[in-house]
């Protein structure tokens, strides 16, 4: 191609690539119709602009042979091929560990039998639990420019390894260490965890109950004891003003009745046929079958109780995601609160960190001031060895704590924006709502005075707005 070719398409043609240089495109910035040009002139200016991979010399043959058609359009000449980034690795369990798989075996004629617990994810010792999937590498491609795109590789996946679990040594698959039942626990962690039964009450007779493992109790748990696990707490009998504690799951057929004594405290979820007049804590859902009433019940996700009777009054409820129940309050306007859209640990949070920031500052002031003065000593040369090393002392003082005061500061302000994140957060009142009950979702708080059916109660445009239940 020669120079004057070059000027002649360059006072007609226009080349521009895409941002991302995967695509190329001609226009003509003057519509003459004396303009002609070949196909090999052509080319050679595309080129000429730094055009060099996935040029179509099909197209650029029919703008040569009709460049009048072209005229009044933008035209792709190029195309770059894009990278392709691979697939990350997984971990795959021999088990589905989903709680909804965990139900009570069913018995031929439709009953169901609580003292089997066949469903239990029992291995015995050297049997694989866990494969790990391979990330897979990502594939280049190639920009207009002809460099070379590269692809991102996966992700590989790794093992959380708990109690009781050996990995291969090419480290891909993982096995039990020991007969017992895999627990997923805090974090996802793998766990094989030897089963305590009892076959009884947790009275006198057995005494409190602190085990590495999943406990199995076949009666109830009585007011005054304590049971807690490593792995998960199923009770077939019911829980009086006891405390229950558990890494994993606690699973409850009887229903909680605890008198405003004791604690449920769960790492997953926790499950009951009612709650009353309890205190209860799941990391994940709390899911009850018929009722909570008068309780303090928090959960990291969702509540749950959305049974026949389906029945939230009295006390208070907090949720990070929702709260979804048949009937919420009831005709005498008994005080409900119901509290979504923030983590329940995060609110205790937020009260923590702002007293420690009121302390921290105080310290800063403190040792700020005794700063100053120590600094006007030095200015008049009446800095003894001793005021000299406490200056030294002070301003490392004074360093880690304005240190500590940002991190809390910083921590305030992630808490606080996800008090505003509240798009997905909602109450559910499938069947009916009563006055009495107040909805906060977030910061806003909204009270309800009147009966409404079928509500849903979702924060949108800086309010809390009462929406149909679908």
Not at 191 to 197: K, L, M, S, T
Not at 370 to 381: E, I, P, R, S, T
Not at 430 to 442: E, F
């Amino acid at each position: 191609m020669t120079i004057s070719s070059r000027k002649v398409l360059e006072s007609y043609l226009v080349i521009q690539p895409s941002q991302d240089k995967l695509t190329a495109y001609l226009k003509f910035n003057v519509a003459d119709d004396q303009f002609t040009c070949t196909f090999s002139e052509l080319e050679a200016f595309v080129r000429s602009n730094g055009i060099q991979f996935g040029i179509d010399t099909v197209v650029l043959a029919k703008i040569a042979e009709q460049p009048k058609a072209f005229f009044h359009t933008q035209t792709v000449i190029a195309q770059g091929q894009p990278a392709v980034n691979g697939q990350d690795g997984t971990i795959r369990l021999a088990y589905n560990m989903e709680e909804e798989d965990r139900r009570p075996a069913e018995l031929e004629d439709g009953k169901v039998d609580f003292k089997e617990i066949s469903q239990l994810k029992n291995v015995k010792r050297g049997q694989l639990i866990a494969e790990k999937i391979a990330a897979t590498e990502g594939t280049p491609g190639r920009l207009v420019t002809g460099d070379h795109l590269p692809g991102k590789n996966g992700k590989e996946a790794y093992f959380k390894l708990g109690k009781n679990v050996v990995l291969n040594p090419e480290k891909t698959a993982l096995y039990a260490a020991i007969d017992g039942l895999i627990t997923m626990t805090d974090k996802s962690k793998i766990n094989v965890f030897p089963i305590y039964e009892v076959n009884g009450d947790v009275d006198y007779k057995i005494g409190n109950i602190d085990f590495v493992g999943t406990v199995v109790i076949r009666g109830n748990v009585l007011t005054g004891f304590r049971v807690k696990a490593s792995g998960d707490i199923r009770v077939i009998g019911g829980v009086e003003g006891a405390e229950l504690e558990a890494d994993g799951s606690i699973d409850v057929t009887g229903g909680v009745l605890a008198s405003n004594k004791g604690y449920i405290r769960a790492g997953k979820n926790v499950k009951s046929s009612f709650i009353q007049d309890g205190n209860v804590t799941a990391a994940e859902d709390v899911l009850v079958s018929q009722s909570i009433m008068h309780s303090h019940v928090r959960a990291g996700r969702k509540v749950i109780c959305a049974g026949a009777k389906g029945l939230i009054v009295g006390g208070s409820i907090q949720a990070g995601e929702g709260v979804s129940a048949r009937t919420i309050g009831n005709t005498m306007s008994t005080a409900t609160s119901i509290e979504v859209g923030v983590r329940p640990e995060l609110r205790a949070e937020l009260l923590e960190l702002r007293q420690q920031l009121k302390t921290t500052s105080g310290n800063l002031d403190k040792t700020e001031k005794a700063l100053v003065l120590l600094d006007q000593l030095a200015a008049a040369g009446q800095l003894t060895s001793d005021k000299m090393a406490l200056r030294i002392k002070l301003n490392a003082t004074k360093r880690q704590a304005a240190d500590e005061a940002a991190a809390i500061r910083e921590r305030i302000l992630e808490i606080e924006k996800s008090l505003e994140e509240t798009e997905a957060a909602k109450v559910d009142a499938i069947s009916w709502i009563y006055g009495g009950t107040k909805i906060v979702i977030g910061r806003y708080t909204r009270f309800v005075k009147d009966p409404t059916q079928r509500v849903s109660f979702r924060f949108t445009d800086g309010d809390i707005v009462m929406l149909p239940y679908y």
